[in-house]
C-alpha cells in the first residue's frame, strides 16, 4: 500500500483530488494534503511518502523548489507536477530531471488515474529489484557476522532449537556442520589496558584478537566466534581430525596470549573448556568457563586456566530453562500469554524430570517469578497486590513443584484476565476518543488530526479502528458527514452551500455529488421529499 501528498496553494484543489479520485482502489494507504512547500516538507519528514503531487506555481516555495528539496532528501519519492497552460513549456523543459510526469490544469480524473497506476507499476518494480536474489544475497553476506555472532549467543544462553531449525541455520550461514560433535569452548577476557580504550578502539582490537586466533588455530580447528553478554570473546574450536587432543587448545592459547601481548601491547586472561556435544552441551561448557573466570581469576590477570583444574565443586544443578531465551520478561513484555504458560510448563517438568528438587531451588524459582509478576504490573503503572493481592500475600513455603506451579499458573492467570480486559477498555476509550474529536470538528477534521489529537501514528490508528470497529476511518467520516447533512437538510434552512461548507467541503458540487452517491438523490431532492 501505498502514501500520496498532494500539495496546491488553492485549498479546494487538493480537497476536491482527495475525494474524487478513488485512492483504495489505486491501492493508496493514506492522501496526505499540504497547502504550501513548508507544510509538504512537515509531512515528508513524518510520514513514509510514495507519490508527491504539487503545483508549480506556488509563493514562497515554488513546485519546483519543493522537488528539488524532495530530490536531496528522498529521492525515491517520485514527483508530478501541475502546471497552467501558460506555464507548460516552461514546466516541460524544468522537469525533465526532476519530475517523473506533469498534468495540465484542469485535471482529468482519467488522465490522473492513468499517470497514478503507471507511477505505482514503476514503484513495484524497484521494490522488486531492491529485493531481488543479488542485493539480498549482498545485505545478508554483509550482516553475516552479526548474525552468526547471535546464533552462537543464543546457544550459550541456552536457546533451544529444533535439530530441523538449527541445521537449517548452521547452513544458511555458510558454518560448518556441527551438530553432535565435539567443541570446545575458549573465552578471552580483555584486561585493563583494553578496557581503558575508547569504544572505537576496542572494536578494533577485539577484531585483531579473533583475527589473531583465526590464524593460530585455523589448521586444526573449524572456529565460530562472538562477543557474549559479559563482553567477553567466545571461540567454539571444533577440531578438524579425530587425533587432535584437547590439550593442544591450551597450549594454544598461551601462544595467542603472548601474540596479543606483543602486537596489542595489552594483556588478555583465557579460559578452555573439556569437550562437550555440540549444541545441547554448550551451555554447561559456557557456564563452566565464565564460573572459572569468576572463581578463579577474579582480579588477576593475564592467566590461562582450563575448567578441569577446577577442584572439589558440589554437583549442583541449575534450572536452566529459567533463564533461557525468551525469558519470562521479555514475554510478559510482548503479552505472549501462550508462551508464559507454555515456559512454565517446560521449567516445572524440568525441575520434575532433572533431579533439580531441592528447596532452594524451589525457593529460586518462586523469587523469580515474583519479580517478573512485579516487573510486568510495574511497568504498566500498577501495583501487582492490586492485580492478584490474595496470590502475592501467600507466606507458606512450597515442597512441591506442582504446588508451586498451581501457584504460578494461577497469578498468571489472573495477570492475563486483567491486562486482556484492560487492552480492551483502552481501546474502547480511543474509539470513543475519535468519535468525540469528530463530532466537535465535523467541518475541518481529517485522518492526520484525530492521529494528533489520540497522540498515534495515522496508520496505526487506522489499523486499531477497523479491527475494531470493522470499518475505516474514512467510511466513519463520510458516514457522520452525510448522517450530518440529511439533519441539517430537514431540520433547517440553510442553503446548500452552507452545509456543504459546514461539513468542510471545498464546493458545493463535491457534496452534491457525494450526498447523490449517499442518499440516491440530490440535497435539494432530498429536502423538497422531507417538506
Not at 515554488?62 to 528539496?69: A, F
Not at 533431579?355 to 504498566?380: M, P
Not at 489472573?414 to 463530532?439: C, K, P, W
Request: aromatic content about 10%.
Amino acid at each position: 500500500m501505498l502514501q500520496i501528498l498532494l500539495v496546491d496553494d488553492e485549498p479546494y484543489v487538493v480537497d476536491d483530488l482527495s475525494i474524487i479520485i478513488p485512492w483504495a482502489d489505486l491501492q493508496f494507504e493514506q492522501v496526505h494534503r499540504a497547502y504550501s512547500g513548508q507544510e509538504a516538507l512537515e509531512i515528508l519528514r513524518r510520514n513514509p511518502i510514495d507519490i508527491v503531487i504539487t503545483d508549480i506555481s506556488m509563493p514562497e516555495m515554488s513546485g519546483l523548489q519543493l522537488i528539488e528539496e524532495i530530490r536531496s532528501g528522498w529521492k525515491h519519492i517520485k514527483c508530478v507536477l501541475l502546471t497552467g497552460y501558460a506555464e507548460f513549456e516552461y514546466a516541460k523543459k524544468a522537469i525533465q530531471h526532476q519530475a517523473s510526469a506533469y498534468l495540465l490544469k484542469p485535471i482529468g480524473d482519467e488522465q490522473l488515474i492513468e499517470v497514478l497506476q503507471q507511477l505505482h507499476l514503476e514503484i513495484q518494480r524497484e521494490w522488486e529489484t531492491l529485493s531481488s536474489f543479488q542485493n539480498t544475497m549482498q545485505t545478508f553476506r554483509e550482516h553475516l557476522p552479526l548474525l552468526r555472532d547471535r546464533l552462537l549467543n543464543d546457544l550459550l544462553q541456552g536457546r533451544r532449537f529444533t535439530d530441523d531449525q538449527l541445521a537449517i541455520q548452521i547452513q544458511k550461514y555458510q558454518l560448518p556442520p556441527l551438530t553432535d560433535e565435539n567443541v570446545a569452548l575458549m573465552i578471552v577476557r580483555l584486561e585493563d589496558y583494553f578496557q581503558r580504550q575508547d569504544m572505537n578502539s576496542i572494536h578494533l582490537f577485539e577484531y585483531a584478537i579473533v583475527n589473531i586466533a583465526n590464524e593460530l588455530y585455523h589448521e586444526q580447528f573449524d572456529i565460530w566466534s562472538c562477543k557474549d553478554v559479559h563482553e567477553y570473546l567466545v571461540f567454539l574450536l571444533k577440531p578438524k581430525s579425530p587425533d587432535v587432543h584437547i590439550h593442544s587448545i591450551t597450549q594454544t592459547a598461551f601462544q595467542l596470549q603472548k601474540s596479543i601481548n606483543i602486537y596489542l601491547k595489552g594483556a588478555v586472561s583465557i579460559a578452555t573448556t573439556t569437550w562437550g556435544k555440540f549444541p545441547h552441551g554448550m551451555r554447561e561448557l559456557y557456564q563452566s568457563a565464565v564460573s572459572l573466570i569468576r572463581r578463579r581469576i577474579g582480579q588477576d590477570t593475564g592467566v590461562v586456566l582450563t575448567v578441569d583444574q577446577q577442584t572439589g565443586n558440589r554437583d549442583i544443578q541449575i534450572t536452566q530453562s529459567l533463564y533461557e531465551p525468551p525469558t519470562f520478561f521479555h514475554l510478559f513484555e510482548a503479552n505472549r500469554w501462550d508462551a508464559i504458560e507454555e515456559k512454565l510448563h517446560t521449567v516445572f517438568r524440568e525441575i520434575k524430570d532433572s533431579g533439580t528438587r531441592s528447596q532452594e531451588h524451589i525457593e529460586e524459582t518462586r523469587h523469580y517469578l515474583k519479580t517478573a509478576f512485579y516487573f510486568i504490573a510495574h511497568k504498566n503503572n500498577k501495583l501487582l497486590g492490586d492485580i492478584i493481592g490474595s496470590i502475592m500475600d501467600e507466606t507458606r513455603r512450597f515442597h512441591s513443584p506442582d504446588m508451586l506451579k498451581n501457584w504460578a499458573m494461577n497469578a498468571v492467570g489472573q495477570l492475563r484476565a486483567y491486562f486482556d480486559l484492560e487492552h480492551q477498555d483502552q481501546r474502547t476509550i480511543l474509539i470513543n476518543e475519535v468519535h468525540d474529536f469528530v463530532d466537535q470538528n465535523i467541518g475541518y477534521v481529517s485522518l492526520q488530526s484525530i492521529a494528533d489529537h489520540v497522540r498515534l501514528h495515522p496508520v496505526y490508528l487506522s489499523k486499531i479502528y477497523k479491527s475494531e470497529t470493522g470499518k475505516s476511518i474514512s467510511d466513519y467520516l463520510f458516514q457522520i458527514k452525510m448522517e450530518k447533512a440529511v439533519h441539517l437538510l430537514s431540520n433547517s434552512q440553510l442553503k446548500i452551500y452552507e452545509i456543504s461548507s459546514m461539513l468542510g467541503y471545498s464546493t458545493a458540487h463535491y457534496f452534491i455529488k457525494l450526498f447523490k452517491e449517499f442518499s440516491q438523490m440530490t440535497p435539494q431532492e432530498f429536502r423538497d421529499r422531507s417538506n
